[in-house]
């Protein structure tokens, strides 16, 4: 029995790791490109799950939902850094005074996103399916649907930042954006296409979010911001393949816990990872002896 | 069980230096009670709960209480001189952060205020003193047992304390036959508020429990902890968290083949837990599978069709759908409370709450010759005639014991929140203590 939950409980934590993959991930290469720790982000997660949720109610499929929560978010978030946070960088606001900025951000978002449905819960019309077993581990169909997309977007955003001129670009505007703009690439553009590209991630994941909790509200977002955090902390801020590692070790880790220590304690084991981690690599699995920079102007 | 979540807030900073700004903007205007104590301005009740955040549904119910009380007591001629009188809403947010400065700020910029609705359990704690401290009459509809006995002269409380829901729970499963259960509570302060006493209650009744979680809100699966409540075959499951939390964890138990009979507190007897945890399950399965206990209030008789043809009046100006409200007993407190109050200043003769606050009990007291009255209409009007009333309102009668507490029977409600399946009187729930 014992053994039986234990192999569950790894399942189960590989649903969560994929969420959260899907959401470190996006979050991660905004500060990695920016330097902005972008605190709207779990509001901006609500926002798109809110938008999948009316195509959802006008009779779209949850692929129709999922491309909706996407896009809404890809063009929110490449506006929102364009039109508000580059200006205050612009302005000289620093990095503290950022972090103030989104906080900010994301405060009018929930509240907007409050004033518009109202304190109440929403659900998505669809079925979770039918219920599969994979090697002692149980699926539902649609837990085993956002495993996939969580695997192939990783592949997808591998490939994109190791094999594509983007990529080579966005990796260089993060590592140095002055040296970058000198050598030709247009980094105003590029960060551009980073935030869009992590704005799908982030309405990707806040889609997935709420299809997998079956129900939410305006805070809903917001509620799983300090566990992406904690991911990017984890895999090195600014890292995408450590937010992606970090995923499945923060997902597997709660899920263990709650089944053989007490489900209480299901965070403050995740986070002492965190702790203990960061104790003997204070940059993250897999970040590279970084140091704090200031936002690029 | 009046709240569920209080959530750490990373605001806490800004809300700190507003807290320091709204205090000194509160020492500055202490005492300013003249608009309320003199003159024909407009009286002000302010409902100070949750009406954003987690637990946001809490300050439109109670808002729906204050209404068509207000409206009622303006057709009445208001309250002695005061012709006119105003529901005021200030938002807790359901974080102490935040409601200490917003309590702050009420007191120090409404004059004309004469009594508060509120506070819930996420902000009593931090806030309750607060109040007291002004001398601000309030009626909690926080359920922490910590004011069974509290020592605050301000604060009254006619709902039950979350402890005795947890009795109330245990009786139920007792009557109904089980003979285990699970308990799963949200981990936060007001859910495990009633984990204690049912616990203790399902046990001295005979009955097993065979496994107690209590699991952090608003993750994304509880799909292990749902394993581990199959591995221990529960008969019937205790529960209280908030909508998502419950909506996610049920939903699971569901895909799992799981879900079975679950009686849940007070908590989830409001609009958005049904809501959030029946599109979760389906209709279907939360009508066959759920009851959840509520304080009492009759649905029938003459002060309920008081209450009824007061609130539809004002149908448009609570939150919609108004039919939620028509058998919500919170609701119902609210509007007894402001009733009773504006009774209390009635009989006082003062609008002062130094002055009127030791009517409040004493209108709801039992007295020989004392006339029954159910609003505030036919109580002014007997105490106009020179008569003693008693205020037997919409929750029935009020007794308060002598921490201003009034401890009442309990009725188990089905799926829509209002049918009622069972109910039991404060003697028959304290056989489970």
Known sequence: ?297 | MRSHAIHSSSRAPAACLLAVLLTLAACGSHGSSSARTSGTGALTFAVFNPFSGPDASFGPEQLAGCIPAAAAINAAGGILTHQKIICKTADSRGDPADAVPAAEQLIATTSSLVGVLGPSSDEASATVPLFNRANMPMFGDTGQAVFNHSSFKYFYRITPPDDAVGYAMAVYAHQKGYPSAAAVFGNDISSQGSLRTVVAGFKKLGGKIVLVQSIPLDLTSYRTEISALAAAHPSVIFTEADPQTSATYLAEAKQLGHLGPFIGTDGTTQPPWLKAVGNAVGVVNLKRYYVGAQPYAPTTGVTYQLWLSQIKAVGAQVSQPASQWYGDSYSMAAWDSINLTALAMEAAKSTDPSVFRPWIVKLATPSPGAVVVHDFAQGKAALTQGKTIQYVGATGQISFDQWQNSPGAFSFVSSDGSTKVATFTAAQISVAK
């Open chain 1, 1 to 297: 029995m014992t053994g039986s939950l234990f192999v569950q409980s790894i399942g189960f934590g590989l649903v969560t790791a994929s969420i959260l993959a899907l959401a470190s991930v996006g979050f991660t290469l905004q500060f990695g490109v920016s330097n902005i720790l972008n605190l709207a982000y779990g509001d901006l997660m609500t926002a798109s799950a809110f938008a999948g949720y009316a195509v959802n109610q006008a009779g779209g499929s949850i692929p129709e939902s999922l491309a909706a929560g996407a896009g809404f978010c890809a063009l929110a978030s490449m506006l929102l850094n364009r039109y508000v946070y580059r200006r205050f960088v612009r302005h000289g606001t620093k990095l503290f005074g950022m972090v103030v900025v989104t906080l900010a951000v994301g405060i009018i978002i929930q509240n907007i996103l409050l004033g518009a449905y109202g304190a109440t819960f929403f659900s998505y019309s669809f079925s979770a399916g039918s219920q599969v077993h994979v090697l002692g581990m149980v699926f539902t169909t649609s837990q085993l649907m956002i495993v996939a997309l969580s695997v192939v977007v990783m592949i997808l955003v591998q490939l994109l930042l190791t094999w594509t001129k983007l990529g080579k670009a966005m990796r260089a505007t993060a590592a140095n954006p002055s040296l970058a703009q000198a050598s030709g690439i247009a980094t105003d553009q590029v960060t551009d296409l980073a935030w869009l590209i992590s704005g799908a991630l982030c309405g990707l994941a806040g889609v997935v979010l709420v299809l997998n909790t079956s129900a939410f509200q305006s805070t809903t977002g917001n509620d799983f911001l300090v566990i992406i955090v904690a991911a990017a902390m984890l895999g090195g801020v600014g890292r995408p393949t450590g937010a992606m590692l970090a995923s499945i070790v923060l997902g597997v880790v709660t899920e263990v816990t709650a089944g053989f220590i007490n489900p209480s304690f299901k965070e403050v084991i995740a986070f002492g990872v965190l702790v203990v981690v960061l104790l003997f690599r204070p940059t993250g699995i897999f970040g590279q002896g970084a140091t704090v920079k200031e936002v690029p102007t």
